[in-house]
Every structure is written in C-alpha cells, then in structure tokens.
C-alpha cells in the first residue's frame, strides 16, 4: 500500500547539523532533509548537480565567484563541479535533491561527512 510522507515531519529524524537524512527517492535521485548552523566545508560534485530548498531559516551557498543567498521558500542547484560552501548562521532546514551517487562532501572528508549508509539509518 502507498502512503504519503510529511515532508515538515520528516525533519524530525534530523538530530544533528550537517547530517542529512534520506526521506524519498525519484529514480536515481535521493531527496534527503537537514538541519544546518554553522559552515560545512568547501567542496565540489564533480559528476553531480546538487539542489537545496530552504524549508525554514536562511542560508547562503559560497561559491567561488559569488555568494548565493537563500531565503525561506528559495533554492537554487549548484552545478557539477562547481566548488562550494554552505553556510547558516542560525538554523535553517532544508531539502536537498541529488542523484544517489552524490558523496556528502565530495572527496573532501571532515568530522562532519556522512556516508549514504548513515543518511539512510
């Protein structure tokens, strides 16, 4: 039997920053919550677009030749190989949109980078 999901409750499963949670998936395409404060870490997709939907807060996406700033309702794709740095001063939630192959920060690995296996549990 199919049932719908509560996108707003779905967050719920997010316990710490910068950890996100896979919540539905669209063929290839994983559609993972999360909850930031603070930076990540800058880094890029090689093969990957990357979509973030901010649900609630703001942030901003440092690129290397921009800054994007994103508002409650906004999103906006970084492109393949672009090199790029979240940023949420106070929490912000959002939806990313990313092909399953998508490393969490790319090959750059931090105390914060999480593996599928741990964004699915």
């Known amino acids: 039997m199919f049932q719908p ?14 950890s996100p949670k896979v919540v539905g998936r669209v063929n290839d395409q994983l559609l993972k919550v999360a909850k930031l ?13 990357e979509l973030f939907y901010v ?12 800054v994007v700033e ?20 106070e929490e912000c939630w959002i939806v990313l949109i990313e092909p399953a192959s998508t490393k969490h920060t790319g090959d750059e690995l931090t105390p ?3 593996s599928l296996d741990e964004q699915l549990a």
């Open 112 to 114: 914060q980078t999480r």
């Open 5 to 18: 999901q509560n996108l707003l409750q779905a967050f719920d499963r997010v316990t710490d920053y910068w």
């Open 70 to 89: 994103l508002k409650e309702g906004d999103f906006f794709t970084v492109p393949r190989g672009v090199r790029h740095n979240p940023v949420a001063e």
């Open 37 to 49: 404060k603070g930076h990540l870490v800058w880094h890029a997709h090689d093969t990957e677009d």
């Open 55 to 66: 649900v609630k807060g703001c942030m901003r996406i440092e690129l290397e030749q921009q």
